[in-house]
């Protein structure tokens, strides 16, 4: 079985090396490089193309977040997990709308951290427990402080499918077969979606996803 | 500053005096002219009627017809004598250059009159019947019509010196009046020099006072956040470190149960000294403000106040540029955050509302609760006077509306200048 290339960046040596230890007990895990800065990721990333980068944000140089921006946008396919100590929701709404496929807290379990790489290697997402605790209790409050309604309402029980699927990571001709309709149909339950909720791209998609509780 | 009062002061004081003594002065010398005068008019006018009376009592004595009653007139007309002489002397005893000359001619004059009289008053009634006709009329009438026109003319020249004395009086005060505007002037002058040289002074310790400050909290700024950062990251990496370093362990001892604990001992122990470092870090100076910016920034803050407080606080940002300058974030978080804490501590608010928005020219923010409320007129301190500081080293405007029972409302205007937003 081909195995699964993992980039690590943290400023932190003693971080990195207890990060190594721990993902280098699964036999299919293979950690092809480390950086300490935000552009020494970035390089990396170009150089080595791995699957998985795990990030810390406070870097020097270069911020975890604005690492996982340039990686995502050269790099469509590498998929960013964030390891941070920041359990603010900014830092999170930030690091998705730049692309992160995964928050996790440094004080996670090692299984969610393993399970984490594993979900976003198949382009899937993942959040820490807190994390999606979080995000879903500040878009309640949101929507009681500003007195909106939940755009939610607004679509159709097709689209809810859809959303969902696409949050998942799945591409439309999957979630064409998965629901048996067109491709062209799917497209445009798409658009209509992102019109509705008034999102603009893939990663804002998951980052509502997580908040209304729809995917884990 | 001191010398200059001084002087002022001393300046005022000389002024003063001199004017008074310079008064006094002409007051003196006048009530001296006027004195002088008087008396000599007064000399004058004796010698005049003297002469006048003596003419009438010489005819009554050369037409008396029994010797007693020109023994009678003789006698009248010698104390006459007697009295003008009196008063001649009196007149001449304040004499000035001036009329010397006249004065002379006319006691000259009285003198030849008087021994004229006595002439005619030499006893005999024949020889008084001889003498009175030619005498009488020849000489007494004539040398008194030339005595009383003498009499005139030093009057004249009384009157014409206390014209005189009048005209120096008046020079007097004119000199007087020059020097007292002078001095005023001078006075003004200095007055209003040392008045701008110390609001000078004034102004340009205060500015230097403002700058001070605005050192002193730019300071504590920068050191929050470089103790802010060491404590993040330095010491919770490390704890995150010890944490995995501990777990690890723990797997690795496998069939050791004792060992396995302690190891997740140590983990939980190192976790949680962490969530104290963080939440420490945070309350120095939330990393956000420098990850994130300003506005993320505020909405943690208004989360951790409502967890803590119990208070309901929205924050209204439109999204503000990230690149605000770094003084205004820390301007504005840090008011937030004395305001909410006013909120919480003084007002008793249930709820409080942030409003923060940006345009090229300025940032605007608004925090209203719905608390006590207070009157602006006699309520400082409360925080309000750190925040007035700091916005006003932004360059900004702060403005506090708030009356008892009505809530409070904080306005905050800054001004971008140019700054890019």
Known sequence: ?216 | MLAGFGGLLALMSVAGGDALWILRQAKRSNAAMRRTFLVRSHSLDQIRSGIYVSGTLARDYVLAVDSATAEQQRNKLQEIHGSTEAALSDYGRSLNVEEAAAFRSLSAEIHAYWKLVDLMLAPGREARRQRSASYFYNQLVVRREAMLDLADRVAQRNEREIAAGEETLDVTFDAFRLRLIVILSLTLAGGIGLAVVTARRLLRSQKELEALSMRLVNAQEEERRTIARELHDEVGQSLTALAMEASSAAVLAKDNLEFRERMHSIQHLAESSMNTVRNLALLLRPSMLDDLGLVPALRWQAREVAKRTGMKVRVQAEELAEDLPDEFSTCIYRVVQEALNNSVRHAHARSVRIQVSGSSSDVRLAIEDDGDGFDTRNARGLGLVGMAERIRNAGGHFQVDSSPGHGTTLSVMLPLNGRKA
Not at chain 1, 115 to 141: H, M, N, V
Not at chain 1, 153 to 170: F, I
């Open chain 1, 1 to 216: 079985m081909k195995p699964l290339r993992i980039l690590l960046a943290d400023d932190h040596t003693v971080v990195r090396n207890g990060l190594r230890l721990i993902l280098q007990q699964q036999p299919d895990f293979q950690v092809v490089g480390e950086a300490s800065d935000g552009r020494e990721a970035v390089r990396l990333a170009e150089s080595e193309s791995p699957d998985v980068v795990v990030m810390d944000i406070g870097m020097p140089n270069l911020n975890g977040i604005e690492a996982t921006r340039r990686i995502v946008t050269s790099q469509p396919k590498v998929a960013v997990a964030i390891l941070s100590m920041h359990t603010d929701e900014g830092y999170v709404v930030r690091s998705m709308k730049a692309g992160v496929r995964a928050y996790l807290l440094k004080d996670s379990a090692e299984a969610d951290l393993i399970a984490a790489i594993r979900a976003i290697s198949t382009g899937k997402s993942f959040f820490s427990p807190a994390i999606r605790k979080l995000l879903q209790e500040d878009f309640i409050r949101q929507l009681e402080d500003n007195e909106v309604e939940d755009t939610y309402d607004l679509l159709s029980t097709r689209e809810r499918e859809v959303l969902q699927l696409a949050a998942e990571g799945k591409t439309n001709k999957e979630i064409a077969a998965a629901l048996n309709i067109s491709l062209f149909t799917v497209e445009t339950h798409r658009a209509h979606i992102l019109q509705k909720l008034n999102l603009h791209s893939v990663p804002e998609l998951i980052l509502y996803a997580v908040r209304k509780g729809i995917i884990r």
